[in-house]
């Protein structure tokens, strides 16, 4: 069993995105440009904006956090978004969510331009991923596209399982894995004989939310597992959705939590960040709108 160490990955994408991004700074004399957007202050999205905030700082870009009250209306949230969106030199906006219980988060994803949609979560950007074509993606299955790179598995004819079906993980992740011509199941809450499907499955990603509810014993032997759950237990530990240690006797390949999935987000935002900076000048001033 080799541990899919998502620390390691995560600082070896973030010195590809530094270079690319001084490469960038260099052909046009300014920094790829990420504004975050975050409503109200639920602390742990304070926490993973802080971390966006210095992340990105570190990779070379200009970034901002645009920190709004928890009142603020959907109306003045849809105008900040156009104001980001208006700004040639901001190249990624991304609205941290969730959002507070009387904003909807749609329509305010789909305000945002989807040349700057580092979060890959306007429906153009998710449409662009159902038909295969180059489109800014999700950061969290990108991030475990390129761990399951590491492993340098062939996917063709493999069995993927998915478990969840979120717009921010399974959909995209499953779509994705498509791509790379796995057989893909999509599992959820109602999915019957779970154990079954995982016990067939040749890569495993677990994005539920549900502490250890996948259980080592089900692992197939040399099973790829990709555990995006982070969850606390009572006594304040950090599990993921998979049962790790009884899991990783039998893997081939496993992300533990945390230090797996988690470290890759921001370094895939950072990524996408500079290709949309890239893509938006190629395109010409008015980033290809
Ligand atoms: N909150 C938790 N994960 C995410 C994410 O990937 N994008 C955004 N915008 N908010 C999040």
Same mark, same amino acid.
């Given at each position: 069993?080799? @541990?899919?160490?998502g #620390?390691?990955?995560?600082k070896?994408v ?19 440009g990420?504004h975050?957007v ?13 971390n966006?905030e ?7 870009l !200009?970034?901002?956090?645009?920190r ?10 849809e105008?900040?978004?156009a #104001?980001?969106?208006a700004d040639?030199?901001?190249d990624?906006?991304?609205v ?6 009387? +904003? *909807?988060a749609?329509p305010?994803?789909d305000?945002i331009?989807?040349?700057k949609?580092?979060d890959g979560?306007?429906?153009l ?10 489109g ?5 299955p990108?991030?475990?596209?390129r761990?399951?790179? *590491?492993t ?12 969840? =079906?979120?717009?921010? @993980? ?9 791509a =790379?011509?796995a ?10 004989? +779970? *154990? ?5 499955s040749d890569?495993?990603?677990a994005?539920?939310?549900r ?5 080592? !014993? ?7 597992? +990709? ?5 606390r ?6 599990v993921?959705?998979?049962?790790y240690?009884?899991?990783?006797? =039998? ?5 533990p939590?945390?230090?797996?999935v988690?470290p890759m987000?921001i ?5 996408n ?12 001033? =008015?980033?290809?709108?």
């Open positions: 069993m080799t @541990v899919l160490d #620390k390691a990955v995560a070896k973030r010195d590809e995105v530094k270079a690319r991004a001084e490469a960038f700074a260099a052909a046009h004399g300014r920094k790829p990420l975050v975050l409503v109200g202050d639920d602390p742990a999205s304070q926490v993973y904006v802080r966006k210095r992340a990105a700082a570190k990779a070379g !200009e970034g901002q956090v645009h709004l009250p928890g009142d603020t209306t959907q109306a003045d949230l105008a900040l978004v #104001k980001l969106n040639p030199a901001i990624g906006i991304l941290q969510l969730p959002l507070p219980g009387h +904003l *909807e749609q305010v994803l305000a331009d989807p040349s949609d580092v979560l306007t429906a950007n998710a449409g662009l991923l159902v038909d295969g074509r180059d800014l993606r999700p950061c969290t990108s991030g475990c596209m761990l399951i790179e *590491e340098g598995a062939d996917l063709t004819g493999q069995r993927a399982l998915v478990i969840g =079906r979120s717009v921010l @993980v399974g959909k995209p992740v499953a779509l994705m894995l498509l =790379r011509n057989t893909v199941t999509i599992a959820h809450s109602r999915t019957a004989d +779970l *154990e079954a499907r995982v016990r067939e890569i495993v990603v994005a539920v939310g502490p250890e509810m996948v259980r080592g !014993e089900w692992i197939k032997e040399d099973a790829i597992v +990709l555990d995006v759950g982070i969850n237990t009572d006594e304040g530990k950090l993921g959705d998979v049962e240690a009884a899991a990783a006797e =039998r893997a081939g390949w496993i992300t939590v945390p230090g797996g988690g987000t370094a895939m935002l950072l990524g960040t500079v290709t949309a900076a890239e893509r938006r000048e190629a395109r010409g001033p =008015r980033g290809g709108r």
